[in-house]
């Protein structure tokens, strides 16, 4: 079974620019969670999406960061503008539901550096 | 507030050693725990977890876990360390629900030496 995949690995980017981050999650997994590691840090959760809906978004910065996940698989995660302060490892994971029992399969990640 | 503490940053042992890696929790309830292990470059593996029951749970790789009601606690352990065990280990909180939601501690970096 093929894990959860997304790209790119690595991005480097200047302050002020865009960058967006796709996340193909397991197959028949209806729970999608972004998640921001910056170094030295545990993850923190930025939205969760059921589905095509959003269950949780309260940590995610809206003035600059976005996500969707249109057809209820796939997502992409933006920043804009980016800010030196975003500079972390942005892990995408996937779930049968959204209950707290089921477990999170996470992909490998994507590190932005911003300069 | 809700948060998880692990107190090491960095722990070396020497390979074959024990190991224990402690977890405290601060939580309104007792919450769902997990133990995570990250690899360079990889994503989050889970290692193990307690919902319920026996306070002692059994993992992959030969860790272990004790839950401490009384002291809000979750330590990993393994009785013997080997090379390949040295990565980063989270310990992560969940409400119990319909939430999924995650909250981890900073994270311990075990050194495994020769």
């Known amino acids: 079974e093929a894990g959860v995949a997304q790209s790119p690995r690595y991005k480097i980017i200047e302050k002020r620019q865009s960058v967006a981050f796709w996340c193909n999650p397991i197959s028949g997994h209806a729970t999608l969670y972004w998640y921001q590691q910056i170094l030295g840090q545990g993850p923190k959760l930025l939205i969760q999406f059921q589905n095509n809906g959003v269950v949780d978004d309260s940590q995610l910065p809206k003035d600059r960061f976005s996500a969707e996940r249109l057809k209820g698989v796939d997502s992409t995660l933006k920043i804009q503008p980016a800010k030196l302060e975003d500079s972390a490892v942005y892990l995408c994971?996937?779930?049968?539901?959204?209950?707290?029992?089921?477990?999170?399969?996470f992909g490998p990640g994507t590190r932005l550096t911003v300069l | 507030a809700q948060s998880v503490t692990q107190p090491d940053i960095h722990i070396t042992v020497s390979e074959g050693a024990s190991l224990e890696l402690r977890c405290n929790y601060s939580y309104g309830a007792t919450p769902y725990l997990f133990w995570y292990v990250q690899s360079p470059g990889q994503g989050l593996q889970l290692l193990l977890k307690?919902?319920?029951?026996?306070?002692l749970v059994q993992g992959i790789k030969g860790f272990e876990a004790e839950f401490k009601r009384s002291q809000s606690s979750f330590n990993l352990r393994k009785p013997s360390v080997h090379w390949s065990d040295a990565a980063e280990y989270f310990c992560?909180?969940?409400?119990?629900?319909?939430?999924?939601?995650?909250?981890f501690g900073q994270g311990t970096t075990l050194q495994v030496k020769p």
């Open positions: 307690y919902f319920s029951g026996d306070t």
């Open positions: 992560a909180v969940a409400a119990r629900g319909n939430t999924g939601k995650l909250i």
């Open positions: 994971a996937s779930s049968l539901g959204d209950h707290s029992y089921n477990e999170q399969f």
